[in-house]
């Protein structure tokens, strides 16, 4: 696509983009600026550019507002040009499986001091973000950008969308595109909201509670997960390890109704570092008050669990051969090391930073680079590609996986196995067989290949819509389990598809606050065409029956060693490792 900005004309290539959601497409335009492309209707485009060109100029830096707009063919506009800024997504702050070990919770509040800052001088210039929600904020180290500014709410222009998980339940059934709608007051809940996931790891109207069934039904009530009946997930971290001021601040918010500018010295209180491993902010730790205790062998009817290993830090990766061997990577004390504590490399992790386990050798990858090591020396460093500023890279047992250009190369031979979309494709491997996709408008163009050999088996999957908010792919033989979790219009959805040959043979899709087989689309194991998936009442096992995957067993005794958020891998004989960011336990039902 041929586009002119400035007077500069510029080539919008499929390779470029960045990301994609229901209304636009966004290009990197050089190394420091994007190209937002509307696919509206035309009237609908017309309306954005015109709410673009009333944007104001007094906005602080770290709003990545319009800097002028985008001429499409015949001079027509079609977008607007912004800052590039390749960050992340705030909503990892609340993954505890992406987070624990990574970034502390003192960390988190520099983040969102940040955020505060930008989100004052926004509403002092007179603009309301409205659609303040987990995947328009990113962060990179403390640095933060809001994005999707045109969608902001200002001088008379409403913002029409909003996530649901996030709007103010005062705005619920509201036509937010019929008028302005949104205040500041708004704006400092979605901030309080984002804030309390991503310390506490569960949204503040998380967990169940007996008689209300959904999130929004528990929000409009004012019901929060603070609350004594409601039962908590178990992967959620203990409210009372909040400063008693920042707990007391949660409370009146949503369970109180209390609104008003989130005060901003609740950010800069104190967090201390337990030896037991919990970070907390009262003067004493309220977890070694109550300490847990799992020994290392535990029976309880059916299932058995041995723990195999438990660390102060974290652990980045795991991974279990065809032969059953548990290989695993873990930090602690400024060093990745392997399983038998040799040492992989000085340095501690960094959200910027891959790990892959390739048989005794350990993979780090950074940008476009990829270093191959072992016993701390490295043997191998390789430049690879990017899918949307991200390392495309995979490792398995015999070799890794890189794009060169468009084509995905072996790194052991250097062997092409087939031409891929440049800086949109991202990959997988298992032992036997690999998986790859990029997208293009609602398609994702998939396909599965087999180590050593030449040439792709094209996959067909169902459309996407919306944005991709996160993915993942198990493989057990020649069956490939993939997962995407979206957001469409303010709405989340999940879904997993089991392929088998090319085809998607079964599939489920839902909200993941609804379905506890799509609460994560991560750590799922497959083994002999079922899903095996951890929930925090134990295991559950999901089949095809005819084109859906439907539960067929559970495992109740599994509950006092799983929770909603363990990974799981297929082990020998049927067993399997459950992992944690500090914890590999070993689970055998007889």
């Known amino acids: 696509m041929k586009v002119t ?67 499409g063919a015949r001079e027509a506009p079609v977008g607007f040009a912004m800052e590039r800024f390749d960050g992340r997504a ?22 969102f001091t940040e955020l505060h800052t930008l989100l004052s001088a926004l509403h002092a210039a007179g603009v309301v973000v409205g659609d303040l929600n987990s995947g328009n904020v990113l962060f990179k180290d403390e640095d933060v950008r809001i994005i999707d500014a045109d969608s902001m709410q200002l001088a008379g222009w409403p913002c029409p969308v909003a996530d649901e998980r996030i709007l103010d339940p005062a705005l619920y059934g509201v036509d937010l595109a019929a008028a302005p709608a949104f205040s500041p007051d708004t704006d400092w809940y979605a901030f309080s909201t ?19 069934k959904s999130l929004l039904e528990r929000a409009q009530a004012g019901h929060s997960v603070l609350r004594s009946d409601v039962k908590r997930p178990k992967a959620a971290a203990d409210p009372e390890l909040l400063p008693e001021a920042l707990l007391d601040w949660f409370e009146r918010v949503f369970d109180r109704g209390a609104r008003g500018a989130f005060p901003p010295d609740l950010l800069a209180l104190a967090w201390t570092a337990c030896a037991c491993g919990a970070e907390h902010g009262q003067s004493a730790c309220p977890a070694c008050a109550r300490p847990v205790k799992r020994a290392p062998a535990v029976r309880r009817g059916r299932a058995t669990a041995r723990r195999v290993t438990r660390v102060g830090g974290r652990i980045a990766a795991a991974r279990v051969s065809a032969e059953g061997e548990l290989s695993y990577l873990w ?85 092409p196995l087939g031409q891929v979309l440049e800086g949109q494709t991202w990959i997988a491997v298992g032992d036997a067989l690999g998986f790859g996709a990029w997208r293009v408008g609602r398609l994702l163009m998939a396909f599965t290949f087999t180590p050593g050999r030449p040439g792709f088996t094209p996959v ?39 392929i088998r040959g090319g085809a998607v043979v079964a599939s489920r899709e839902g909200e993941p606050d609804l379905d506890p087989a799509l609460h994560t689309v991560r750590g799922r194991a497959l083994r002999r065409g ?49 992992v944690t960011p500090r914890e590999i336990t070993h689970i055998t039902l007889t």
């Open 5 to 71: 900005y400035n007077g500069a004309r510029h080539t919008l290539r499929d390779k470029d983009l960045l990301g994609e959601g229901g209304e636009a497409r966004v290009y990197a335009m050089g190394r420091d600026l994007a190209a937002k492309i509307y696919t509206l209707a035309d009237t609908e485009r017309a309306e954005r550019i015109a709410r673009i060109t009333a944007f104001p100029s007094n906005l602080p830096a770290g709003v990545v507002a319009p800097l002028g707009i985008i001429e």
């Open 90 to 111: 705030i909503r990892w702050l609340g993954r505890r499986a992406w987070r624990e070990g990574l970034l502390s919770r003192a960390s988190v509040c520099r983040v």
């Open 194 to 212: 984002l804030l309390f996931e991503s310390l506490l790891y569960v949204h503040p109207y998380g967990g169940v509670k007996k008689g209300m």
């Open 331 to 415: 930090e602690e004390g400024g060093a990745l090391r392997r399983e038998d504590s040799s040492l992989v490399i000085a340095g501690a992790l960094s959200p910027e930073l891959g790990v892959h386990i390739a048989g005794r050798h350990t993979w780090l990858t950074r940008g476009g680079e990829a270093l191959k090591l072992r016993d701390g020396q490295v043997s191998a460093r390789v430049r690879t590609g990017l899918c949307r500023g991200e390392t495309a890279f995979a490792a398995g047992a015999a070799s890794a996986y890189l794009l060169r250009g468009d084509w995905l190369i072996e790194e052991a031979n250097g062997q």
């Open 460 to 498: 067909t999957l169902p459309p996407v819509d919306g944005r991709v908010l996160d993915r993942s792919v198990a493989f057990d033989g020649a069956d490939v389990l993939l997962g995407l979790e979206t957001e469409h219009q303010g709405r989340r959805r999940s879904a997993l598809h089991l």
């Open 530 to 578: 079922r899903v095996v998936l951890a929930t925090d009442d134990g295991l559950l096992v999901l089949a095809p029956r005819g084109d859906r995957l439907v539960d067929i067993a559970a495992f109740p005794d599994v509950e006092p060693f799983v929770d909603a958020e363990t990974a799981l891998l297929p082990g020998s004989g049927g067993s399997l490792f459950a």
